[in-house]
């Protein structure tokens, strides 16, 4: 750690931690719904559960990302932050905001527009957070350094915040408040997330492998090139069942193919950066994080997203399981991952100590990513027989339900291997060893800038 | 870095730091957009292809709508255009600023006589009742040459940018975009006025 005030980062971390615990928690609780659904049916009803385990992904993703800027832009911009005092303000904004809306949630109070379920006072929370959070790290990258990686992630930040406006307006209108509501949603994960994302693993791969920055830069903006150009009118793949005009059918297909592209850029971007880099960063765990997050990625946004994108396609798989396959795959890849990337990378260095248990963390990863690659497994073939059974064959949605229960309660095992991965990364990370002093070990790799 | 003398060919390559791209002329992220474009249109005319050979009559029914001596004309436009932005970078190599805005300037001009003639096609399709949701064909029509008249569009902005800032680099850059802007209504024209 190089500034003092990249410590609150940590403070991030521990709460993006917190939830990620609920939210597989909450999930587990649902995969087994899905095998016994009188499971809680009283206390805590699916859709309440639902709510909750998706709300706390998005939440502590963000926190994630959040505690990524708070821990990278001090060393890339060389300064330190301009408020560490109202990065404290924002944290707590945030999780006073996140449980709120939980609590709501279990009390039956929420908007019921999916995944924006929050109570208005939560939004505009949530507007108010991110708008200490933008002034607070663009007064500090403008006093500082700029780079590539800086402008990157600032413009995906801004772009959350903006994009974040759209929650606040629902129109009585149900298409065009799918219309908006994608704003959000797609322009989100497909869109400026990606930028995030793409800064975050330049990032890492520029620390851990030592490439010149002058490489890691121009990847960089190929990268975030491709995601744009192809994201953002990528979006109409979400139009074309909602009441819009049929040639976002077209549009729709078109440029969501080509969304495949930005994330195999990443793959080949990690992979060339760690054959090509010539130094040995010593924290193993952060590297296979970061290599998981952009082949996973690839698998789950792209190859698994394009397996349903197109119209003729999607018109028998729409929101049958191959969608949960495919949300599960591409939100652990791309953005579980990256979390996962950066909290390994940053909390040696917030401890100011050499990287730590990292068997057991790289145990976590390969439990974790073995579970959800088997969860996508059987909920591609769930989703499969399902789109016969009920979309060519015609029969009831319940009736297929009940045929699929070898496939759910593959994925409630799944779901098991996913959980105990977590609490074994959570213990690798918050429970550091007792020091083992090697000489020489201490210092950071420095990148050949 | 590329202290290593056995790897100094390797690293000279990861210094110029665009690997395959760095042959081409011009700027790299141009070729990376330039590339994209040809995939989105390569994706759109393949889409194309699929919908023709799934209903074959009502493609050349619709198609028989259009007038090829308009496409045509448009594409001659076109090329001609094409052939002054080249003229243009050739004077950018020499330095001669003059004669680099003076060629911009013509296959700017060009550029416009195509729009012109593209609005009045759309003008006449649209008074014969012919809209963006005819039919698959009409989609499809409006769609792709709508998107390449876009680009034609945002063509004709860099075109005037590199003008104004004629760099060698810029000019290069900039009419390797104009070049695709050609390369792509060829392949439209050919595909929906004569196929």
Known sequence: ?449 | MGDGEGACNEAAEISSGWGPLSALPGDAMMWILIISELAVFGAALAGYAVARALDPGLFSASQAHLDPFSGALNTAILLTSGVFAAGAVRQARAGVIRATRRLIGIAFLFGLAFLAVKVGEYAGHLADGYGLETNTFFTLYYLVTGFHAAHVVFGLMILALVAVFASEENVTTGCAFWHMVDLIWVLVFAVFYLS
């Open chain 1, 1 to 449: 750690m190089k500034y003092q005030s990249q410590k609150v980062a940590a403070y991030y971390f521990y709460c993006a931690m917190a939830l990620f615990a609920a939210q597989v928690t909450f999930g587990l609780v649902l995969g087994y719904i899905y095998v016994a659904p009188n499971f809680l049916s009283e206390l805590l009803p699916f859709n309440i559960a639902r709510m909750i385990h998706t709300n706390a992904l998005i939440v502590w993703l963000l926190l994630g990302f959040f505690g990524a800027a708070y821990y990278l832009i001090p060393e890339e911009a060389e300064t330190e932050l301009h408020s560490p005092k109202l990065a404290i303000l924002q944290l707590v904004l945030l999780m006073v905001g996140a449980s709120g809306a939980v609590v709501g949630y279990l009390f039956r109070v929420h908007e019921g527009r999916e995944f924006l379920e929050q109570p208005l006072w939560v939004k505009l929370g949530i507007v108010v957070a991110a708008l200490i959070f933008l002034y607070n790290i663009t007064l500090t990258v403008l006093k500082g350094r700029k780079t590539a990686i800086t402008n990157v992630l600032l413009l995906g930040l801004w772009g959350i915040a903006l994009f974040f406006l759209f929650a606040l307006y629902n129109p009585s209108n149900l298409t065009l408040d799918k219309m908006y509501w994608w704003y959000v949603v797609h322009i989100w994960v497909e869109g400026v997330w990606e930028l995030v994302m793409a800064a975050i693993l330049a990032f890492m791969m520029l620390k851990l492998t030592g490439v010149d920055r002058e490489v890691v830069d121009k990847w960089l903006y190929s990268i975030v090139a491709l995601a744009l150009f192809t994201g953002l009118l990528g979006t109409g793949h979400h139009y074309y069942w909602i009441g819009t005009p049929g040639y976002w059918q077209w549009i729709g297909s078109i440029f969501s193919a080509l969304e495949v592209a930005p994330f195999f850029a990443m793959v080949v971007f990690t992979f060339v950066m760690v054959w090509k880099g010539r130094r040995e960063h010593p924290n193993k765990a952060a590297l296979l994080w970061s290599l998981g997050c952009s082949t996973l990625a690839f698998f789950g946004a792209g190859v698994w997203g394009f397996m349903h994108t197109l119209a003729p396609i999607n018109y028998y798989t729409h929101g049958t399981q191959v969608t949960a396959a495919h949300g599960h795959l591409a939100f652990y890849g791309a953005y579980v991952c990256l979390n996962l990337a950066i909290i390994t990378y940053a909390m040696p260095h917030l401890k100011n100590r050499t990287p730590y248990n990292q068997v057991l963390n790289m145990a976590a990863f390969w439990l974790m990513s073995g579970g959800m690659a088997f969860m996508t497994f059987t909920l591609t073939f769930a989703g499969v027989v399902q789109t016969h059974l009920q979309r060519v064959n015609g029969e009831y949605f319940m009736d297929v339900q009940d045929q699929l229960a070898l496939f759910f309660w593959m994925r409630f095992g799944s779901g098991v291997a996913v959980v105990l991965g977590v609490l074994i990364f959570l213990y690798a990370v918050l429970v550091p060893r007792k020091e083992v002093v090697t000489p020489g070990m201490k210092t950071e790799t420095v990148p050949a800038e």
